[in-house]
């Protein structure tokens, strides 16, 4: 099973690949063509060069954009916007350019994240099935290790304007690993949780903590954290349950102690 999906992942990367090479083609003959014009007037004809290659003049603009020999007005501010780390809906609504223009002024690099992270996501899901032969604690120290780096990784990252949901699976699954682990709240109450369907039962709680209330948490500490707020406490995450979740991800490493940030 492991092994049909590992080869169903390898023939998505290999298209991904084919197609992103096809791309780097059309875009060096893009460029040649625009330099060559260049040469001869100031003033380039983007319309010309799509007729040429039987493309759209706003395509070409943007690989010439990609290629870095291409920028005006509008592109300098909304990819100043972009790499401050606004979302696309934030440069919206700063500028008042629609999205489809604002996609089409920024690089096909920026704009290809999400589907190379979605495998990326999908080949470390996998990783996990892989690692079931492993004991308990070398599993749980994988998942943890793996998280960790994959979490921090994406926090640094100012293209995601939300969490990807097969990441949601990742960390849910390393929750599940950790079910029976003795954890302390911040008042020293050691705990443990059972997990059944898509809920947490504390022990030293009657109510369960729902899969939907871990993943907003979740979602909450990333926030604050990407916005340079320190979390030192459950009051921080402000949701419910978050008097166990904090130290549960204390645990698995997506709150960070000041100066432990991960990703090395």
């Not at 629609?98 to 996998?126: F, N």
């Amino acid at each position: 099973m492991a092994e049909a999906k590992s080869k169903s992942t390898d023939r998505d990367s290999g298209d991904l690949i084919h197609r992103d090479a096809v791309r780097r083609e059309l875009i060096e003959q893009v460029t040649e063509l625009y330099r060559q014009q260049k040469e001869i007037a100031p003033r380039v004809s983007l319309a010309g060069i799509a007729e040429q290659l039987n493309t759209t003049p706003v395509k070409v603009r943007k690989m010439l954009i990609t290629a870095g020999v291409y920028e005006n007005s509008a592109s300098r501010e909304i990819l100043a916007l972009w790499e401050a780390g606004k979302s696309v809906r934030e440069i919206h609504e700063r500028t008042g350019w629609s999205v489809s223009s604002i996609h089409s002024y920024l690089p096909y690099t920026k704009l290809s994240r999400d589907a190379i992270a979605q495998r990326q996501m999908e080949q470390l899901s996998e990783e996990l099935e892989l690692s079931e032969g492993l004991q308990l604690p070398q599993r749980r120290a994988k998942a943890v290790e793996r998280l960790k780096r994959e979490f921090w990784s994406l926090q640094r990252d100012p293209a995601w304007e939300r969490v990807p949901e097969i990441f949601d699976h990742l960390l849910w699954e390393t929750v599940v690993l950790f079910e029976d682990y003795p954890f302390s709240t911040a008042k020293n109450l050691t705990f443990t949780y059972s997990i059944r369907g898509h809920e947490m039962f504390v022990s030293r709680k009657d109510k369960s903590i729902t899969r939907a209330t871990i993943l907003v948490t979740f979602h909450k500490a990333m926030e604050l954290q990407r916005g340079g707020n320190e979390i030192i406490g459950p009051k921080k995450l402000g949701t419910f349950g978050a008097s166990y979740l904090f130290p549960i991800f204390l645990r698995l490493g997506v709150i960070a102690v000041k100066g432990d940030e991960q990703g090395d």
